[in-house]
């Protein structure tokens, strides 16, 4: 069986856990939704990296960046997909015109490894 999620939104924000968890809390039934809807509404909050949803999913990277790559072509009716480029940690290089999702490995200008990720958001039109 493939695991899902279930989001409850609550005063403390939207809560996740395995289809396996109770489906009740507060006297209401959850509906059920898929990891990718998970994901979208994570980012419906705030701008993250592909780490920080991996983290708070409890899901590889690489998956996350499979699921993002969806969500930036369907962020879904009224809203858009934001991509908040790398920033190089030494220099403030920008990769505004990169469009893939992944890090990059270094700076082109000061050739430095150290750089900011993505972060990556859904919001509306
Ligand atoms: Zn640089």
């Not at 009740?24 to 809807?37: D, F, K, N, S, V």
């Not at 780490?51 to 999913?57: A, H, K, P, V, Y």
């Not at 960046?65 to 940690?89: E, M, W, Y």
């Not at 750089?115 to 958001?121: L, Q, S, T």
Request: hydrophobic content about 35%.
């Amino acid at each position: 069986m493939k695991l899902k999620f279930v989001a409850l939104e609550t005063e403390l924000g939207i809560i996740y856990y395995h289809s396996g968890a109770p489906r009740t809390t507060y006297g209401i039934t959850l509906p059920m939704i898929t990891m990718r809807q998970a994901i979208k509404e994570l980012l419906w909050e705030q701008p993250l990296s592909a780490l920080e949803i991996s983290q708070r999913l409890s899901l590889p990277e690489k998956e996350v960046l499979d699921h993002l790559t969806h969500i930036a072509k369907s962020p879904g009716p009224g809203h858009q997909f934001r991509l908040t480029p790398a920033v190089c940690n030494h220099c403030g290089f920008s990769f505004k015109k990169r469009d893939r999702l992944t890090i990059p490995s270094r700076c082109p200008v000061c050739r430095h490894e150290s750089i900011r990720r993505p972060r990556f958001a859904v919001v509306k039109k």
